[in-house]
Structure formats: structure tokens, C-alpha cells
């Protein structure tokens, strides 16, 4: 049993999660080991079955240092000797015995009970194991191409056209202007945005993400299988966008339209059209949000831009019925306008367990608004996908509804063709979290086991000690060698020596203390029968 109770020992301490080991025994008064449950309660159910064989040896014991009280001059008495000496020994010890069996028999009930409770509370849990990880390519910043100036479309275009004659040619943050159109950079390091925007990016994905009442999409490291296995502290880029409907403000009401023209006209902004001809979407962009000013080559001061949208909706998708805001053109399809404001954010967040736990967003300043808005804004990456999300969102009741779901798609997108400007670099930290099963063990019901098994090796312990004591006694040691077969011969055949007191056998036999022999024979007596014979 004290082997037992090492054993327990050595196995909780060497098998226990040391992430969880302090902090489960302040909070949950267990330990995590990494055994399964039920090899560890059946190891621990060893403790009942070796309290039932041990009982056998215990009672025996007891017999062997069970006082003698009879008056017949022994002191103590085995079980062969208790038949020796009549029933009055007999009663004397068994009192003895049966106090003893008393006690045996409720240490071995206690060790079975704390085995049972162990048994009941032991279970096997799920769990994360930590280790360290580099958190490569968990955060994102830019370019170094990017922190050369204000990343706007004048500073990017003078790189190609306006520099000091001579001045070698260096690559532009995002664009690469031509005289017709403007295209995106393009580097052997250049993370596509339609790879993003498309899901099938090994580097980064745009994430949603709610805070504070404000909805953003940011960008954080794609969902691989090691990704997914890592708790991370990390800085990424994030953007936001508030929409409102604006069809009523600019003119877009059934009355004014005719079956070849759907005609809009935002006045003060001088955004003006017609639906039927803009090819399902038209988006123009402006520095402030009253829409008062066109966004400028020399960029946006600041974290945010603004943008209106006119957009052609086809019948059949899922719109808001009876708002006044979605419009319904002649031959049957719809048209909308949404005036919104983007802003750009520095984000810091930790990632834990697969979700967001801390966030914390601030306004980025011009260069990153510049850089990471110019594929959209100027390259006009991305504007095909955000007219296509009038498709899905406008399952709502309300245009205002349609507008924020709008939104945050239109965040979706903006900030998916923004990682032209962007890089992946190391998390602040990182680690790798592994799922494991494991044996959650209360601390009760084990140190309960362990000290009931301790009692029963402190009975057995005391138990041994006296019966060694006994052994070693001189009337011990004459009753062990009475009970053979020799002392019996000599009980018959020599009475002088044979109750005389004795420190071995051979002493009972006078033939070999006095060189006399003797033959043991077997004759017919007077009656008839038959009895032993010495001559």
C-alpha cells in the first residue's frame, strides 16, 4: 500500500500539465495530469483490492501477538496453538482478534470509500497545451516603399514623371500610373487583393470584427492549419464604413422618370446621371463627408474618406419593400444612392482560443489612408465586387438597413485590395496552442486516498513490529517448535523430557542427550488391540 500511494504520487507529479498546474489548484483545488481517466482510476482502484487481500494478513497477525490471559504460562499463540489450549485461550484471543479485524475492516471500508469518491470526481476534460511560437507573419505594416512620403497619387506619379532629371526611377507605394489608366504595383513580395478578396490567400484574409457599436473588417493571417493552432498579440490595419441612403435627397423618385432614364442629381456635390447608364454601379469619391470636394491627387488629410454610390438593382434581388429610399424604376428594376464615410485604423489585438479578445483601433494618419485606399480610390480595384454586394445584403426591411449591411461589405472589399501597400511581419507574441484530453483529478478525494491508504499501512506497519517483537520471545520460539510432528513423538514417548522446558526439539529426546537408543514398535495388548511399544 505505501508502494501504492508512491506510486500515485510520482504519477501526478511527473504527468501534470505545468501550464494549469498553479493556477488550477488556486481556482479549482485540482490538478490536470496526462493520463487518461480511465486508466488513472483504474490504477487508483488498486488501492480496494489490495486493502481486501492485505485484510487475510492482517487477522493473522493479530492472532500471532494476541496475549495470552488464560493463566497457562505462554504468551503468545499461534492458530495451531489456540487448538493446543482449550477453549478458555481461545476466548482470550479471539476478543483480541475480533478488535483488531474491527479496525482492519474500517481502514479497508475508508480506503474503498475515497476510492469511490475519486472514481465519481475524477474526469477527463478538454484542453489547450501552450508553447512557444515565432508568430511569423501574423501581423501586417507596410511596405517600405510606403514610408517614403504620403503614399498619395501626386507623390506616387512624380516617382515616375516628375523627378529631378537623372534621379534613378524608385517603385511607387501602391500605383503605377500610365497615361490611359492607373495600375497597381506589382512586386515579387506584392500580396494580390483579389486573392485576399477571393479567400484563397495563404497570407492574409479580411476578418469582421464588432466594437463599440462600429462594425470593421481588418486583416489578419489566413486560417492555415498552423495559424489556427496559435494564440497571438499582433498590429494589423482595419477599416470602417457608416452608409445612409440618399436616393430622395438627389432627385431619385419615380415621378421624375421616364421608361429610357432613371436621372439623379446629388446638386452640391455634382453628382448627377442616370441609373440606366452608369453600367450598375458609379462611385465618387470625396475628401470630407459633406461631399463637397472631389478626393484630390495630393490625397486625404487624415484617417478618412467619403464616397457616393449610385447603384443599378436588379428586380429579383432581395430588397426592402415600400421605402421611399429604394427606388423603383419604370420597366421594373430599382435604383439606390448611399452617401458613406471610411475610416481608416491602426489596430493592436490579441487573438486567443479563436476569437478576438482585446481590441484596441486608433485613426491611422494620411500615408497609411493614402496607401491603403488608393487600389480602390484610384486603381478602382475592387468596385465590381462592391456593386456585386448589392446583391446579398439587401434582405432587410429598411433602406438604412440595406445601407449598413452594404457597408460593411463595401469595408470588405476596400480593405482585401489593400494589402498591395501592406507586408506580413511578426506578431508581438505568439504561442502555439495544442488540444489535448486530460484527467482533471480533485485534490479532496486524491489526498483523501492517499491518507486512508497511509492509515492502513500504518496498522499493518504497527502490526508487523509487534509480531516480530513476539517471534523473537523465548516461549514463542518453545510453542513454534511443540507444534511439530517430533515434539509429539517425544510427547508419547518420552514424558520426562518432553515437558520439561526446551530451546529445540532434539532436546525432548533423551536418547540423544544420553547416547541411549530405543526402538519404537507396535504390539498387541492384553485386550487385544494394538499400541506403540518401546524396547
Known amino acids: ?49 489490495l486493502a481486501a487481500i492485505l485484510g487475510g494478513f492482517v487477522l493473522m497477525l493479530a492472532g500471532d501477538i494476541a496475549r495470552d490471559e488464560s493463566g497457562v504460562g505462554l504468551a503468545h499463540h499461534s492458530e495451531t496453538v489456540h487448538l493446543l489450549h482449550g477453549v478458555q485461550v481461545q476466548k482470550v484471543e479471539a476478543g483480541f ?40 507573419n501574423l501581423s501586417v505594416n507596410l511596405h517600405e516603399r510606403c514610408l517614403i512620403n504620403n503614399n498619395s497619387y501626386r507623390a506616387q506619379s512624380n516617382w515616375y514623371f516628375d523627378r529631378e532629371p537623372g534621379a534613378p526611377v524608385e517603385p511607387a507605394c501602391t500605383l503605377n500610373p500610365a497615361a490611359a489608366n492607373t ?30 457599436g462600429r462594425v470593421y473588417f481588418y486583416l489578419a493571417p489566413a486560417p492555415t492549419e498552423q495559424n489556427l493552432m496559435q494564440d497571438y498579440s499582433a498590429e494589423t490595419f482595419a477599416m470602417s464604413t457608416t452608409c445612409i441612403p440618399k436616393s430622395v435627397e438627389c432627385g431619385l423618385e419615380y415621378e421624375k422618370f421616364i421608361g429610357a432614364a432613371t436621372p439623379f442629381n446629388c446638386t452640391k456635390s455634382g453628382f448627377s446621371g442616370d441609373i440606366q447608364k452608369i453600367g450598375g454601379i458609379r462611385i465618387q469619391f470625396y475628401d470630407d463627408p459633406e461631399f463637397t470636394q472631389t478626393l484630390s491627387t495630393t490625397g486625404v488629410e487624415g484617417s478618412t474618406y467619403s464616397l457616393l454610390v449610385a447603384a443599378f ?15 423603383h424604376q419604370v420597366h421594373g428594376d430599382l435604383a439606390m444612392i448611399l452617401g458613406c464615410t471610411t475610416t481608416v485604423y491602426d489596430v493592436s489585438y490579441q487573438y486567443q482560443n479563436g476569437s478576438v479578445v482585446e481590441w484596441n483601433a486608433r485613426e491611422s494618419n494620411s500615408s497609411v489612408t493614402n496607401a491603403l485606399s488608393s487600389p480602390i480610390t484610384q486603381a478602382r480595384v475592387g468596385v465590381t465586387d462592391a456593386y456585386q454586394a448589392f446583391s446579398y445584403t439587401g434582405d432587410t426591411e429598411t433602406a438604412q438597413r440595406y445601407a449598413d449591411n452594404w457597408a460593411a461589405e463595401y469595408s470588405r472589399v476596400a480593405v482585401s485590395v489593400s494589402v498591395t501597400a501592406l507586408r506580413p511581419v511578426p506578431a508581438f507574441s505568439a504561442q502555439y496552442r495544442t488540444p489535448a484530453i ?15 491508504n497511509f492509515l492502513y499501512c500504518l496498522i499493518g506497519a504497527i502490526l508487523t ?71
Do not use: C
Open 97 to 136: 482478534s475480533s478488535s483488531i479485524s474491527v479496525r482492519n475492516s474500517a481502514a479497508g471500508l475508508l480506503v474503498a470509500i475515497t476510492d469511490t469518491w475519486l472514481h465519481l470526481s475524477t474526469e477527463a476534460v478538454n484542453l489547450y497545451r501552450y508553447s512557444p511560437s515565432p508568430g511569423t
Open 438 to 452: 486530460v484527467s482533471r483529478i480533485p485534490i479532496a478525494p486524491l489526498a483523501a486516498l492517499l491518507l486512508s
Open 313 to 327: 438593382l436588379e428586380v429579383v434581388w432581395p430588397h426592402p419593400q415600400d421605402d421611399p429610399e429604394v427606388a
Open 183 to 212: 495600375f497597381l504595383v506589382v512586386e515579387d513580395d506584392t500580396i494580390t487583393g483579389m486573392s485576399v478578396l477571393g479567400n484563397r490567400s495563404s497570407t492574409l484574409t479580411a476578418k469582421y470584427h464588432a466594437e463599440g
Open 1 to 49: 500500500m505505501f508502494i501504492f500511494n508512491v506510486i500515485l504520487i510520482v504519477l501526478v507529479v511527473k504527468f501534470r500539465e505545468p501550464n494549469h498546474f498553479v493556477e488550477s489548484l488556486r481556482s479549482e483545488a485540482a490538478v490536470y495530469v496526462d493520463i487518461n481517466a480511465t486508466t488513472f482510476t483504474t490504477i487508483t482502484s488498486w488501492a480496494s483490492t
Open 465 to 535: 513490529i509487534f509480531a516480530i517483537l513476539a517471534v523473537r520471545e523465548p516461549e514463542t520460539k518453545e510453542v513454534v517448535e511443540r507444534t511439530t510432528v517430533q515434539s509429539l513423538v517425544a510427547a508419547m514417548f518420552e514424558p520426562a523430557t518432553a515437558t520439561a522446558p526446551v530451546k529445540e526439539v532434539d532436546n525432548m529426546f533423551s536418547e540423544l542427550a544420553e547416547g541411549k537408543s530405543q526402538r519404537v514398535g507396535i504390539g498387541r495388548l492384553p485386550n487385544g488391540g494394538y499400541s506403540y511399544f518401546l524396547w
